[in-house]
């Protein structure tokens, strides 16, 4: 089968598609054929090499972590799930490996009929990301979340799932991209210098953006408040950095809703290193994903 992956680390030119042997369902485990999978942002800091010594990444490194598809195996002891079902899901952290013609999920739901297969092939990532992060900044109804970088692929998702929540929802994004959170129930402002003069004040922040903390913390008043998914400079701010693997589909009672999975664009397989390059500028408004 195809598979997206990297041999060695460098810039976007060393990603491309490899002919592999397919994996298979485990105990608790589905296979699909995959119909369109997200990609996953911090996978390009993982091929520039900048994390070796920090994180182990034996190569070849399989890429992606979520993935929608139609279910084409069972392994034993799953239940609710049929040969033939058409769900979104995502893989292990430690297999990856959603960018490929097949993959195996630990974790999954339907595919909500008014998503069409690229919104459902970028939303688990989101979806589990923004309930992980809001749940542990545990803000309650009608108190105010600033999102830094809300107009991209998880920010756009963590939006909804806070108004959900009940939370007033400020959103950092540039000045073209602010009709876009005000459709999406946000009140938009730009990011950049001067944020804080801009929000003056903010019960928790979720960064999405990253390169903000000094300022973010100021907004927030503690940096226990604010939480990030794109700064490495978390813990010398004394701010928690997110990270793993909780419950993909917690937030799967949302899909009652008219959640929305903005895709910014779409990819072949092959076309694997122009996504990176795409991720890269961090001017997508949405998820990137690869149609199959």
């Known amino acids: 089968m195809r ?12 990603v491309h598609v490899d002919d592999i042997p397919e994996p298979h369902a485990g105990p608790g485990e589905i296979r699909i054929a995959v ?6 942002p911090g996978e390009t800091i993982v091929r520039s090499g900048r994390l070796q010594g920090v994180i182990a990444t034996p190569l070849p490194y399989r890429t992606g972590f979520d993935a929608a598809g139609v279910v084409d195996e069972i392994g034993a002891g799953v239940t609710g799930a049929a040969i033939g079902d058409a769900v979104f899901g995502m893989t292990a952290m430690s297999r990856r490996g959603a960018n490929a013609d097949f993959a195996v999920l630990v974790a999954w739901a339907p595919k909500p009929a008014a998503w069409n297969w690229a919104e459902a092939g970028g939303a688990t990532g989101p979806l589990e990301t923004s309930a992980r992060v809001l749940d542990r900044l545990a803000l309650g109804p009608g108190r105010t ?12 998702v963590a939006v909804q799932v806070a108004r959900a929540r009940g939370l007033r929802v400020i959103g950092t994004a540039s000045e073209a991209n602010h009709d876009f959170l005000r459709s999406l ?19 928790g922040v979720f960064d999405c953006f990253g390169g903000a903390l000094p300022d973010l913390i100021a907004i927030a008043g503690d940096p226990a408040k604010v939480v990030t998914i794109a700064d490495f400079a978390a813990a010398e701010h004394g701010v928690h950095m997110s990270s793993g693997f909780s419950d993909p589909l917690a937030v799967h009672g949302l899909l009652h809703t008219d959640l929305r999975i903005p895709v910014a664009a779409t990819f072949a397989l092959e076309e694997a290193a122009a996504a990176h390059e795409l991720s890269e500028t961090r001017h997508g408004r949405g998820r990137i994903v690869y149609l199959h």
């Open 3 to 14: 598979a997206v992956q990297f041999t060695e680390y460098g810039p976007p030119s060393v």
């Open 35 to 40: 119909r369109a999978s997200g990609f996953s």
């Open 145 to 156: 979340l600033l999102i830094n970088g809300a107009a991209g692929g998880t920010g756009a």
């Open 185 to 203: 129930g946000a009140e938009p402002t730009t990011y950049g210098e001067g944020l804080p003069d801009r929000v003056k004040h903010a019960d």
